[in-house]
Each structure stands twice: as structure tokens, then as C-alpha cells.
């Protein structure tokens, strides 16, 4: 005999889920003391539950695998909603459970009584209340399944305190496989690899589905053997190293104007889990006489935002593995748009080096992104949220591999760079983990340094402080020549908030200064906090 909650956990166990971010109230303490009994699956406590939910996200994004969070019902399930969200708008599996009144009881209004169902609806794939103890595993086995089934995302999970004490024999757990598609249609393959062949300025468009699909290195092979260059949009950072010469890089909003006219210049545009989306298609238009290859393994998003004129349902991966075997290695075909786009991008490089390398006090926050590149490398994780300060991570801190560019994507969320390293970290601990994001959005979630500090979650949190929500500062300058609610008055020293937290803190206001800070703080065995004072008229609009 044992508890449903017992069971639960045993279940995420035998998933080889390592965390759970959550933060308890009476509904959920069944399924806490079963976590208590089981020291394969950490509970990392938070201080807000919507930074637990980011943390979910954010723990899906880097492993694959399904993020876990907790809350207690009512006001515990409405602060974790937003990493939820997040997940949604980036199909990530993530997985909210929630605390709930026992049956016997739903329905009278007592504290806190909240429709939890209801709440996550418009957020998840699917809501999930678990009714009865008998068959509450079979229930949760479906939730989890229909987390990471096809095109992945979050599910909801209702759990009444009476189901979740609910003493029973059940099954041992099993692991759950993921059920997945195959490649295209062989015809429509036929037909993909002759539009390929005929093609003279191919472009491969990367999106979100490369990366959790696993088809990052498949995609790098495909592009060298054809000859097909590649860019990418926000989620599909990563899918190919961005110094790679067949890369073009981001396209989309706030990126260097010459790969916005190199994707115009396209013939054919090949988009691989790539929906182009309106941050996707920013600047630039496709030619009308190009023509567009989608593959995606959600049939709804083919032709979705532009005409498509043929469209590929499945697996990424397993659609440029068949469509590999259909055509011909001709890798001198294309020389001429191939080192097109290398020339572009050169001297591009060019002009934007004297900026990059400004020593103009206050500092330009091109100059710290290329001095945090020196520090970042290869192989660290980059996390990002919103607002400007994302938008230079997005645009010039550049990416190698997938899954190392752990950004909030599709719902562009205020606070998620924060606890989103603190999870990478966790599983990386070997790693550099960076956050990059403006100064409103670090005090949206800054209470989470003392997760970082109590789990050894050594961090660097780099704070581009404009002293103002700089980007919607700018809209309305531009819009309505004032601005209003966009600046802050009070210049809180985010450095001191880090120590207050047991965190390090540096401010810097030097370009000088950046090295050296930088130096320390990944040097320094706490997490550390760069309250980095920037020039708050620079805004990352490239030529
Ligand atoms: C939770 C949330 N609230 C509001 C917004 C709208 N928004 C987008 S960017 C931004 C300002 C961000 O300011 P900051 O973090 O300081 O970055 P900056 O633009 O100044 O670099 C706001 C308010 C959002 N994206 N997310
Ligand atoms: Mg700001």
C-alpha cells in the first residue's frame, strides 16, 4: 500500500526527472512528504511560484525532458500560471501540479477555492483532475504522455488532498516512451528534394522544432553536404553554431539589416519547425516569386502566416534524414550565394566593431556584450527574457549549440532570465551559466537569488541597467514624443540587493571596468550579480 503522491513521485523518478520547483500550501503537503521520502527527486523550494514555473520551463528547454511545478491551490496556482504560459507559446513540456480541496468539500467556497481547470485551460495542451485513488496514476500517466506527445507542451494537473493521501496498490511506474512521428510522406519528399535541386538561392529557416526535435547536428551535416545556408529564428538559436559560414544568424526584429535583405534574396525558403511568426518576419518580406517549403509536426501551423507551397508533416529530424537520401551532394553549386552571404556578413562585422569596441562612458551595452562573449564561449548556457536587454543577447551575443540559448521565446516574458539560469545551472553545474536581462525585469524575480545562493547555484546575472523599461520607453517616445510609467525615479543598486540576498554583487559604470568585474565574478563561488550602467540611447537597431 502507498499513497497516490507516493506513487507520483515514484513515477517522475522512474522519467529520470531530477527536479521539482515548487512552493507548498496544505492541499499539496501529501505529495511533499512523499518527496521527502524520496531523495532521487530534489524539491528545489521557491520564493515566488511564478519563478518555479520558469524554472519548469526553463529545465525542459535545456533537457528535453519534462519540467515539473508545484503550487498550492488559489493564489498559488495563479502566480504559476505565467511560466506556463511561457511553455505554451514555446510547445515545452511542462508539467503544473496543483494542490486542490478534497472532493467532499469542492464546491462551497471555502479559502481559496479557485476553478483551477478553468485557469490553466487557455495555457496547456490539457487540464488534468485526478478524481478517484484507484485510477489517479493512470490519469497522471496520460497527462505526462500527452506532455511530450507530438508537438510537446504544458499540461495542468489537479490533484485534491483527498486523492493525493489516497492509500492503494498501484502498478510499479513505468517510463513513459514518447510518442512521436515519423518523416513526411515519401511523395511530398520527392517533391521537396526537386524544388531543392532546381533551387539556386535555397535558405533553410530553423525554428524551435529543430532544437526539440534533436535535429541540430543532422541540420549542420545537411546544410555543408547541399549547400543550403541557414537562419534561424529566436527559438531555433543554436540549431547551427552562429559562426558557422553557412549561417546567417537571427532574422527577424532587431537584427543586422543584411540578413534581412539575404532572406529576401532567397528563391526558396525551406522552414524546418519554423512558423513565421510576426517577431520572425520583422523587416523583411519573402520575395514573391520565392517559393516556401514547410515542415512542421503540427499540421495547423503549415500556411498558417504565409503561402506555403508545400507542406511536410512530421518529425523534423526524420524529414531531413529521408530528404538527405533524396538528393545529390553538389556542394560547388551554389558558390556564388554561399560566399555572398559570407562577404555580408564580414563586413558587417566591420562596421559594427568601432561601436563594439566603444569606450564611451556611460557604457554601451555593445561593447559589454562583446566583452561577455570572451567570457561565454562555446559552451556556456545564455538565458534570457524581454525589453532591450534580451534583444542585444538575441542579436550579437552569439550561440554554438542547441540548447544553450534558454530564452522565453514566443511569450517574450519580463523576469525569466533570472530563474532560468538558476534551473540550468542546477543541471549544469559544471557550466557557465549567464542571465542576461534589463533592470525591471531582474526586480520582477531578483527574490530568487536566495534559491540560487541556498542551492549553490553559482550564476552570473548580467543586469543591462537603463533605468527605465527601456524598451516600451522607447515606443513611446517614438509614438507620442512623452513618456509615461517607463522610467524609474529610485536607482536601486542591484549590486547591494545581491549581498542583501548573500549574493555578490559589482556595479559598473566603466567600459574599463567590464573585464576585470567579469573576471571576478566568474572566479567568485557565489552567484554574482553585474549591475551593469548603461547608456540608456542605445537601442539595438543594426545597419
Ligand atoms: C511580465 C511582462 N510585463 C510586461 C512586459 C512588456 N515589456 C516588454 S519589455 C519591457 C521593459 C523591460 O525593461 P527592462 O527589463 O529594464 O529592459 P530594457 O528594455 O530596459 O532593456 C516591458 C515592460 C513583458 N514583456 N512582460
Ligand atoms: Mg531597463
Redesign the pocket.
Known sequence: METVADWIVEFLEKQRIEFVFGHPGGPVLPIYEALRKNSNVKHVLVRHEGAGSFMAEAYAKLTGKVGVCISTMGPGAANMTIGVATAMSDSTPVMAITGQLPLSVQGRGYQQETDHLSLFRGITKKTFQLKEGQNAFRVFTDAYRTAISGRPGPVHVDIPSDISSFNGDYPEPEVVPKVSFGAAHPDLLKGAASMISESERPLIVAGGGVISSDASSLLAEFSKKFGIPVATSYNGRGAIPEDDDLCIGRIGEYVPAFRLRLAESADLLIALGFRFTDVSMEGWKKANDSKVIQVDIDPSEIGRNVHVDLGLVGDVRKTISELSKLLLAEPGKRREWLSKIKEDREGWLKTYASVRDSSAQPIKPQRLIKELSEFTGRDSIITSG????KMWAASVLPIYKPRSWIHSGGY????YELPAAIACKMVHPQKRVVSV?????FQ?HCQELATAVENHANIVSVV?N?L?????RNSQVRRYGNVLGTEFNLDVDLSKVAEAFGAKGIRVRRAEDIKPSLEEAFRTDKPVVLDVVVDPSETPTFQ
Open positions: 524581454a525589453g532591450r536587454a517574450a516574458v519580463m523576469g536581462g534589463g533592470d525591471a525585469s520582477m543591462i537603463d527605465s523599461l527601456g524598451s516600451i
